[in-house]
């Protein structure tokens, strides 16, 4: 019940925080990619859910999602103190307050507010009528080593952003 308070403190004071900052702090390539392999888990699992009542029995997220988020769960206490450093550095940005409280939460707390933030975006952000194609694409990643599949995300982040400093949504990635 402790953590679950910490948790909801710490998403009430940063949420609007890190979501006000004009110029978020960029993240190198390398912490995009720790920061991805921390979430993968969170995001097949959450699309899933957000898919199962439109996708046919058959499809790779009704059959084998929550395998393949088992399997890439495996790596997530590997890529934390980079995705940690990510975090704090996103949090940081314009408000040094909310930095502040990152770098005090235990990282266990810290990790469980990272899983609601993503888990959270997914299921708000999927339109039911995109689920085909991203079971498609998660399917065609499953065979590749988590860490791969990591590192090719962040890699692509990178080439389809637009402009001189490569952005996706809010987040700016660092030039290499």
Do not use: H
């Not at 999602?65 to 997530?76: L, T, V």
């Not at 065979?143 to 990178?158: D, Q, Y």
């Amino acid at each position: 019940m402790r953590n679950l308070a910490l948790f909801a403190a710490a998403a009430l004071v940063c949420a609007p925080q890190i979501a006000a900052a004009a110029e978020p702090a960029c993240l190198t390539p390398r912490e995009v990619t720790a920061f991805t392999a921390f979430a993968l888990p969170g995001v097949i699992t959450a699309t899933a859910q957000r898919c199962s009542a439109v996708l046919p029995a058959g499809a790779f997220l009704r059959t084998s999602g929550q395998q393949m988020a088992q399997r890439y769960a495996a790596r997530k206490s590997a890529v934390w103190p980079e995705t940690k450093a990510a975090l704090i550095k996103l949090s940081g940005g314009s408000n040094d307050q909310a930095a502040n409280l990152f770098k005090t939460l235990p990282d266990e707390t810290l990790q469980q507010l990272a899983d609601t933030m993503v888990t959270g975006v997914v299921a708000d952000k999927i339109p039911a009528s995109r689920c085909g194609v991203i079971d498609q694409f998660l399917a065609l990643l499953s065979p590749l080593p988590p860490e791969n599949t990591a590192e090719l995300i962040g890699l692509t982040m990178g080439l389809v952003s637009r402009g001189e400093t490569p952005k996706l949504g809010k987040l700016s990635i660092c030039k290499a």
